[in-house]
């Protein structure tokens, strides 16, 4: 298989691409940019378990910065919408604000309380439909406040082993909002002295492979 996206191409490759969006649609996964800001598809019951540690105080809006709170408010009012749109609505058009709209829309991807949700064609190449996970998922979002924190830990726990890469850039990401954004509830016994499962070989290159995860 060729991978260029070009007419000399393989299909396969614009079909592999084509496939993102279908998928984010079926709402049988959840699909959002997470993993150091990576595409990442989530399973239903891990993403509310996520969801509810990576907000332990419920939305903290005052820990988001204004930028952020600001697409938020816009995506709750209506989602999904396109990256040109949704700068527009939030007034960060234009190579000066590139870097402000990005490090907003990290804040929100890193606490799921955003979600990308099917594709816009604005020309000639398509843009990803981002969307507030309280419109888009509101069974999910709705499932997650009510959650108790230590059975989403426990979900977690069952779903991500220890050494998981998933798993260590959660860890990472729940303790920077327990330090901006309230304390995040105790992980319960029982893991202490559990023996790592290391990385297999290239995991830390940047290829993350099925059998790493």
């Known amino acids: 298989m060729r991978w260029e996206w070009d007419e000399s191409g393989d299909q396969g490759v614009a079909d592999l691409w084509n496939l993102r969006g279908e998928l984010s649609t079926t709402r049988k996964v959840v699909y959002t940019k997470w993993y150091r ?15 509810r540690r990576l907000n332990p105080e419920g939305v903290a809006r ?6 952020a709170r600001r697409i938020l408010d816009i995506l709750e009012g209506e989602s999904p919408l396109s990256t040109k749109e949704l700068k527009r609505l939030s007034a960060l058009k234009g190579r000066a604000n590139e870097a ?38 509101e069974e999910l979002y709705a499932e997650g406040q009510r959650l108790a924190p230590m059975e989403a830990e426990r979900r977690i726990l069952a779903t991500l082993p220890e050494g998981n890469l998933f798993l260590k850039h959660f860890r990472k990401l729940e303790a920077e909002q327990a330090r901006t954004g309230g304390s995040a509830a105790p992980v319960p016994p029982g893991r202490k002295g559990t023996k790592r499962r290391e990385p297999r070989r290239g995991a830390e290159s940047g290829v993350i492979r099925f059998e790493d995860l």
């Open 37 to 51: 800001g990576r595409a990442t598809y989530f399973s239903r019951p891990l993403f509310v378990a996520m969801l």
């Open 62 to 67: 005052e820990a988001l910065s204004a930028p």
């Open 100 to 137: 402000v709209y990005e490090r907003a829309l990290r804040e929100l991807w890193q606490r799921l309380l955003i979600v990308a949700f099917g594709e816009v064609d604005e020309g000639a190449f398509p843009s990803l439909a981002v969307g507030a996970t309280s419109v888009i998922f």
